[in-house]
């Protein structure tokens, strides 16, 4: 899903992957959209990775185990702030009915290239979408919060 979408949106100028996964191959020679970090990356350089993203991309496809599991994109999204893209199977559909990231139909470039493009086009789109999953992070997924439900439930 993601080599096509990369492929569809070449002629975009304003769209740029940059995509952090080990083992990720996909012949660039003929693209200048995207840049591929397969290998080891600190945390500080993942962390400047994810602050040069507008868009987080998660889940693309429409496997199974999406309907058990959120993935932990989700939660780096939300910690730094950004625009979640993702497929909307399973659990995450809850997130993005709440209106705290953006879906798309999982398994299918043309719908991922089709969100792509909307959130492109449309920044104060993505900022609250990044505004919106940040606060919701911190109200409910944050270290603080956590040890916190932790505690009480070990002393309640």
């Not at 100028?13 to 191959?25: H, L, P, T």
């Amino acid at each position: 899903v993601l080599t096509e979408a990369i492929e569809l949106l070449k002629h975009r100028k304003d769209i740029r992957f940059m995509v952090a996964s080990k083992g990720f191959k996909m012949d660039t020679k003929d693209l200048a959209n995207i840049t591929i970090y397969d290998e080891y990356l600190s945390d500080l350089e993942l962390w400047k990775l994810y602050g040069q993203a507008d868009v987080v991309l998660g889940q693309l496809s429409k496997h199974s185990r999406l309907k058990r599991t959120l993935p932990h994109k989700l939660f780096e999204a939300g910690y730094f702030k950004k625009c979640y893209l993702t497929s909307n199977v399973g659990a995450i559909s809850e997130f993005v009915d709440k209106g705290l990231v953006f879906g798309f139909t999982g398994g299918s470039s043309q719908s991922l290239v089709g969100a792509i493009n909307e959130l492109v086009d449309k920044k104060n789109t993505r900022a609250a979408l990044g505004r919106k999953l940040g606060e919701f992070y911190i109200e409910n997924f944050s270290q603080k919060i956590l040890t916190i439900k932790l505690v009480n439930n070990l002393v309640g």
